[in-house]
């Protein structure tokens, strides 16, 4: 089954940068789709971002859009979640996950998950 590792997270100042990276294993990493989503301590889960099995499509959170960067290599099986002028509300457990259909925001209909990187962004 599909296999997934987290890094990159870690303790920044607001306005800082991070660079959040998933390796995936255990199938073709080009036929699936993946995406990154974070939870906050006490709330749900929610999408970050998203992309196509390609690369060439990409999606985002309002919450993050212009700050975030999705990207993938299919060479490397690495999904990667470059995330610039951080803020503390941007403090969470990030996730990535992998499914064959692109589209999907709702991670509830994720069924492959890795185990998080935490993200903590002070003030």
């Known amino acids: 089954q599909v296999q997934l590792v987290e890094s990159g997270g870690g303790l920044v100042q607001a306005g800082g940068s991070l660079r959040l990276s998933c390796a995936f294993s255990?199938?073709?990493?080009?036929?699936?789709?993946m995406g990154w989503f974070r939870q906050a301590p006490g709330k749900e889960r929610e999408f970050v971002s998203i992309?196509?099995?390609?690369?060439?499509?990409?999606y985002y959170a309002d919450s993050v859009k212009g700050r975030f960067t999705i990207s993938r290599d299919n060479a490397k099986n690495t999904v990667y979640l470059q995330m610039n002028s951080l803020k503390p509300e941007d403090t969470a457990i990030y996730y990535c996950?992998?499914?064959?259909?692109?589209?999907?925001?709702?991670?509830?209909?994720?069924?492959?998950w890795g185990q998080g990187t935490q993200v903590t962004v002070s003030v």
């Open positions: 996950a992998a499914d064959p259909s692109y589209g999907r925001t709702d991670y509830r209909s994720y069924h492959s």
């Open positions: 255990g199938r073709t990493f080009s036929t699936y789709a």
């Open positions: 992309i196509s099995r390609s690369g060439a499509t990409t």
